[in-house]
């Protein structure tokens, strides 16, 4: 196998190739993030109140106001200072005429029996609305939010396996194809044969030069570095091939196909992946929790959203300078506990806050410096999680650990949910979850200023002792030889592996 490290270290840092895979990757994440988000919208929970027929028409009853319909129908609780908006008194509303003589407080209040009224001055018409997803149904909207967030469980678990067996790009290629499979043929088709032809070209001049070499495609391999190699005006002489593959010959026996089980079956990548997938099922529950509760700050959506995407692109700009600088760990550890304090501080003041409009402010500003401090956290996660797995299981890790992301994103919608019973409750859940996420980052292995692990050999003994620091160039190779002694003397023979 050659060693790759030693011909990227010719690279001599980012080029022309590298911002051209950067360019393609965020194109993807646009469409991301926008689903991620539309839920916001799509699913706003408005104001509401029982419709009660014929006081609500204001044909037969014009000097009613919206405050006189809710005061002489809908119970009002002393204790939350709110009024009951799933719930009317039970007098008879059919015997209603002109004089409200119908009108009878002492009768015990029922669950609303004629549909709902909603503002719609916001929006004209949400799926709440549509489908009357509200007081016992509410458990209707987190379920249909959550579906979206099982099917992106579904597709990190498979895709996750196929980008190591089949590469990142080749994935992302077939993927792309059959998703155009629902439209009408004479589209599908066109997009099918452009779709093809443009992304099998990038996937054959952009798939990770790494990956390939790791699994043995060492033609391709070379190809696709010279291609980088090229873009980036840089020169490989046949001196920087004959060095990095002199050491080449090994007798460790790299499997060329691993899966998911592989995380498992050596002590130091099972802990790893373990802290991982909890650290970033905590990360993603908090973020996609925070933006999908968006619509339930006090002011205005529209302005809440725009606040929470420059608070959240603010923090994603300052961890790009700070995570070079402090590392992974401490950073997002910091990040996870400032979101964690600042929740906790918005839900006391919010608590306390009753008509005062300044500590209103105050705890709408407190919301957002917690989102600042999770979406950080959550940003650095991503280079974190893949830095911390070798390259030949490097999809299935990110893949698994993704996995459980997704399901902190199911659980999300739920978890906000609970507002309806305890409005406290759900900002108090995702603090003590930030605190605790926070705490178990600090025992994962730091990677800042480490080159990447390639084989799972080179990644236990990293874990046992940080082997694979950058060094200079005539170090590695001393590195990559003392490292293929270490595995033979210091770890159990490889196990076979089996393709899940």
Same mark, same amino acid.
Request: proline share 3%; hydrophobic share 40%; net charge neutral.
């Given at each position: 196998?050659?060693?790759?490290?030693?011909?990227?270290?010719?690279?001599?840092?980012?080029?022309?190739?590298?911002? /051209?895979?950067?360019?393609?990757?965020?194109?993807?994440?646009?469409?991301?993030?926008?689903?991620?988000?539309?839920?916001?919208?799509?699913?706003?929970?408005?104001?509401?109140?029982?419709?009660?027929?014929?006081?609500?028409? $204001?044909?037969?009853?014009?000097?009613?106001?919206?405050?006189?319909?809710?005061?002489?129908?809908?119970?009002?609780?002393?204790?939350?200072?709110?009024?009951?908006?799933?719930?009317?008194?039970?007098?008879?509303?059919?015997?209603?005429?002109?004089?409200?003589?119908? /009108?009878?407080?002492?009768?015990?209040?029922?669950?609303?029996?004629?549909?709902?009224?909603?503002?719609? %001055?916001?929006?004209?018409? &949400?799926?709440?609305?549509?489908?009357?997803?509200?007081?016992?149904?509410?458990? *209707?909207?987190?379920?249909?939010?959550?579906?979206?967030?099982?099917?992106?469980?579904?597709?990190?678990?498979?895709?996750?396996?196929?980008?190591?067996?089949?590469?990142?790009?080749?994935?992302?290629?077939?993927?792309?194809?059959?998703?155009?499979?629902?439209?009408?043929?004479?589209?599908?088709?066109?997009?099918?044969?452009?779709?093809?032809?443009?992304?099998?070209?990038?996937?054959?001049?952009?798939?990770?030069?790494?990956?390939?070499?790791?699994? #043995?495609?060492?033609?391709?391999?070379?190809? &696709?570095?010279?291609?980088?190699?090229?873009?980036?005006?840089?020169?490989?002489?046949?001196?920087?091939?004959?060095?990095?593959?002199?050491?080449?010959?090994?007798?460790?026996?790299?499997?060329?196909?691993?899966?998911?089980?592989?995380?498992?079956?050596?002590?130091?990548?099972?802990?790893?992946?373990?802290?991982?997938?909890?650290?970033? @099922?905590?990360?993603?529950?908090?973020?996609?929790?925070?933006?999908?509760?968006?619509?339930?700050?006090?002011?205005?959506?529209?302005?809440?959203?725009?606040?929470?995407?420059?608070?959240?692109?603010? $923090?994603?700009?300052?961890?790009?300078?700070?995570?070079?600088?402090?590392?992974?760990?401490?950073?997002?550890?910091?990040?996870?506990?400032?979101?964690?304090?600042?929740?906790?501080?918005?839900?006391?003041?919010?608590?306390?806050?009753?008509?005062?409009? #300044?500590?209103?402010?105050?705890?709408?500003? @407190?919301?957002?410096?917690?989102?600042?401090?999770? %979406?950080?956290?959550?940003?650095?996660?991503?280079?974190?999680?893949?830095?911390? @797995?070798? %390259?030949?299981?490097?999809?299935?890790?990110?893949?698994?650990? $993704?996995?459980?992301?997704?399901?902190?994103?199911?659980?999300?919608?739920?978890?906000?949910?609970?507002?309806?019973?305890?409005?406290?409750?759900?900002?108090?859940?995702?603090?003590?979850?930030?605190?605790?996420?926070?705490?178990?980052?600090?025992? *994962?292995?730091?990677?800042?200023?480490?080159?990447?692990?390639? &084989?799972?050999?080179?990644?236990?003994?990293?874990?046992?002792?940080?082997?694979?620091?950058?060094?200079?160039?005539?170090?590695?190779?001393?590195? /990559?030889?003392?490292?293929?002694?270490?595995?033979?003397?210091?770890?159990?023979?490889?196990?076979?592996?089996?393709?899940?």
């Amino acid at each position: 196998m050659i060693h790759f490290n030693l011909i990227l270290e010719k690279f001599n840092g980012i080029g022309k190739s590298q911002f /051209v895979l950067f360019f393609m990757v965020a194109y993807y994440n646009i469409s991301k993030g926008l689903n991620a988000v539309a839920t916001v919208f799509i699913a706003y929970s408005p104001q509401k109140r029982c419709n009660v027929p014929p006081l609500d028409d $204001s044909a037969l009853y014009p000097n009613l106001t919206e405050s006189d319909i809710l005061n002489y129908t809908i119970p009002y609780d002393a204790v939350t200072e709110k009024y009951d908006n799933c719930m009317r008194y039970s007098f008879n509303l059919s015997k209603c005429n002109v004089d409200l003589t119908c /009108v009878n407080q002492t009768y015990p209040a029922i669950t609303c029996d004629h549909g709902y009224q909603y503002d719609r %001055t916001i929006f004209t018409e &949400t799926v709440i609305t549509e489908f009357d997803l509200v007081c016992d149904q509410n458990y *209707l909207n987190a379920l249909s939010t959550s579906l979206f967030y099982i099917g992106m469980l579904v597709g990190s678990i498979v895709f996750g396996n196929s980008a190591d067996r089949h590469g990142n790009l080749t994935t992302k290629v077939d993927w792309n194809i059959w998703c155009d499979l629902p439209r009408d043929l004479y589209h599908w088709v066109y997009d099918f044969i452009c779709n093809s032809l443009r992304m099998e070209r990038l996937a054959r001049n952009y798939e990770s030069p790494r990956w390939q070499f790791t699994n #043995g495609i060492d033609k391709k391999a070379i190809k &696709t570095t010279k291609s980088m190699a090229k873009w980036n005006g840089v020169v490989l002489t046949e001196e920087d091939w004959d060095r990095a593959t002199k050491n080449a010959d090994k007798n460790i026996n790299i499997p060329k196909k691993y899966s998911s089980l592989d995380l498992f079956k050596t002590p130091g990548i099972r802990l790893v992946a373990t802290k991982a997938m909890f650290v970033w @099922f905590s990360t993603t529950a908090l973020f996609y929790g925070l933006v999908l509760n968006t619509g339930a700050l006090a002011g205005d959506v529209f302005v809440n959203n725009v606040l929470g995407g420059v608070v959240g692109m603010s $923090s994603m700009i300052l961890c790009m300078f700070l995570m070079n600088r402090i590392g992974r760990r401490k950073l997002i550890c910091s990040l996870l506990i400032i979101g964690s304090l600042c929740l906790l501080l918005s839900v006391v003041i919010n608590q306390y806050k009753k008509a005062n409009s #300044g500590l209103e402010t105050l705890s709408l500003a @407190f919301s957002f410096a917690g989102r600042f401090g999770i %979406t950080g956290a959550t940003e650095v996660m991503y280079p974190f999680i893949a830095e911390v @797995f070798p %390259t030949v299981i490097r999809g299935n890790g990110v893949g698994i650990a $993704s996995s459980c992301s997704r399901i902190g994103g199911i659980l999300a919608p739920f978890v906000i949910s609970l507002q309806h019973y305890l409005t406290w409750l759900p900002d108090v859940v995702f603090a003590g979850l930030a605190l605790v996420a926070g705490l178990v980052s600090l025992t *994962l292995p730091e990677t800042n200023g480490c080159r990447l692990m390639e &084989t799972i050999e080179e990644a236990e003994i990293f874990y046992k002792n940080g082997k694979s620091k950058v060094s200079r160039s005539d170090d590695m190779v001393a590195d /990559v030889e003392n490292l293929d002694n270490e595995v033979h003397n210091d770890l159990i023979e490889p196990a076979n592996t089996s393709v899940l």
